[in-house]
């Protein structure tokens, strides 16, 4: 059974760093693409960053871009964000996906992954 654990949220200020982590059990984590979704309130679920399992190519959303690092440990099964820079308009509740079959076309999809954690709360407030 895969479950996808998410941790590392909580309240930071403004211009402050937060690591957030996905622990990934019940997988093959090397065949598997993984992805951060972020959802804040009153607003649709929007892609942050992703990672494939078949280039190791890691597009980012643009407000991500300079600030935001993904990267895939898979010895530990492990994908983790780390966030820099952080900014009020960064609180949502941050969650990890993977998917073994998306395409490098969806990769900023959340329609094509298929499994997904519970989902970490980051609040970026003074």
């Known amino acids: 059974q895969v479950q996808l654990v998410e941790s590392g949220g909580g309240l930071v200020q403004p211009g402050d760093s937060l690591r957030l982590s996905c622990a990934a059990s019940?997988?093959?984590?090397?065949?598997?693409?993984m992805a951060w979704f972020r959802q804040a309130p009153g607003k649709e679920r929007e892609f942050v960053a992703a990672?494939?399992?078949?280039?190791?190519?890691?597009p980012y959303a643009d407000f991500a871009k300079g600030r935001f690092t993904i990267s895939k440990d898979n010895v530990k099964k492990t994908v983790i964000l780390q966030m820099n820079s952080l900014k009020p308009e960064d609180t949502a509740v941050y969650s990890c996906a993977a998917s073994a079959t998306v395409l490098m076309s969806q990769l900023r999809s959340p329609s094509a992954y298929n499994y997904w954690g519970q989902g970490t709360q980051v609040t970026v407030s003074s």
């Open positions: 019940g997988v093959t984590f090397t065949r598997y693409s």
């Open positions: 990672i494939s399992q078949r280039t190791g190519s890691t």
